[in-house]
């Protein structure tokens, strides 16, 4: 594993144990998502679009209306 991906990943699982132990502190009876927990939810949604084109990343209209709609 690179020592960028492994340093992103630490990372990553750090940022959900803070955000658990956050959202405990805040209310605990209120649920959790990890979803919530990147730092842009626009970037993720963007990633999910390119991620559901396969090897054909290019979308036209319909394609990205059809995906968003089901996201």
């Not at 209310?27 to 990633?47: E, N, T």
Request: hydrophobic share 45%; aromatic share 12%.
């Amino acid at each position: 594993m690179p020592n960028q991906l492994y340093y992103d990943s630490q990372t990553l699982v750090k940022n959900v144990i803070f955000c658990i132990a956050k959202q405990q502190c805040l209310d605990a009876s209120q649920p959790f998502f990890l979803l919530d927990v990147g730092d842009d939810a626009i970037k993720l949604l963007f990633a999910f679009l390119r991620m559901c084109g396969g090897h054909n990343s290019a979308l036209n209209y319909k394609q990205a209306i059809d995906r968003l709609r089901a996201a």
